[in-house]
């Protein structure tokens, strides 16, 4: 099916965001994407940061900017955050540990709904708390399906490696122990939108102790049904 509009500019900023819906690219690898030359991406880009369409992260890299997530708030279509609490709450409940959402934002990962532990020692996110991608189980699922040739650029510091990633996405979900913050263990898994592309990470943590050795083998069947639940939320409604 032809999905142009028969506007020619608009068309060709579209591809340019859509583009940009997988994370950080580099003008080079916009031009990949979208099929533009060098000179209409880069016009077009420049054009999308001037709206605050798009802005660029600390290493340069062109990202959706912040006007998308202004947009959607007020809208109230913003379908990931509707949804967390109740199902964020079954997930403390049924883990017994604090559970989050995340949501990637240029190189950094952002804690956009939480349920905490109601009681006893726990790991505390804050909504709107900006993690690095470098380390924690929900950066590993963020990355892990990203294009190969971003991750060369991404593991660069990250306390885990494209193996690391290569096993999460194997399992379908993720885990670390003391990679975040000494002490913390977290198990995280992808949240997909419609078309499967990974949106978000939905995570339980808490004290390492109390996760074991094997964090997966505790929590993951939890975190992934959550997921689950999650990505079916997400499916256009009949």
Not at 102 to 128: K, N, Q, S, W
């Amino acid at each position: 099916m032809d999905k142009s509009s028969g506007v020619g500019v608009l068309d060709k900023a579209v591809r340019v965001l859509g583009a940009l819906e997988a994370g950080p690219a580099s003008l080079a690898q916009l031009v990949t994407a979208t099929g533009l030359s060098r000179p209409t991406a880069h016009r077009l880009a420049v054009a999308l940061e001037h709206h605050r369409l798009v802005t660029r992260d600390l290493r340069g890299r062109f990202v959706l900017g912040e006007r998308h997530a202004e947009w959607a708030a007020a809208a109230g279509e913003d379908r990931l955050v509707a949804v967390a609490g109740p199902l964020l709450g079954a997930l403390r409940d049924a883990t017994g540990e604090s559970a989050q959402l995340y949501r990637r934002h240029g190189d950094h990962r952002v804690c956009i709904a939480v349920a905490e532990r109601l009681h006893g020692l726990r790991d505390t996110v804050p909504v709107g708390a900006s993690m690095t991608m470098n380390a924690g189980s929900a950066a590993q699922v963020l990355l892990a399906w990203d294009d190969p040739e971003r991750l060369s650029v991404e593991l660069v510091g990250a306390r885990f490696d494209a193996a690391a990633l290569s096993g999460v996405r194997r399992r379908g979900w993720a885990h670390s122990s003391g990679e975040r913050e000494a002490g913390v263990a977290s198990v995280s898994a992808p949240v997909r939108g419609p078309s499967g592309r990974v949106l978000a990470a939905v995570s339980v943590s808490g004290p390492a102790e109390r996760f074991g050795r094997h964090p997966g083998r505790r929590h993951a069947d939890a975190v992934l049904a959550t997921a689950a639940a999650f990505t079916a939320a997400l499916a256009p409604q009949n």
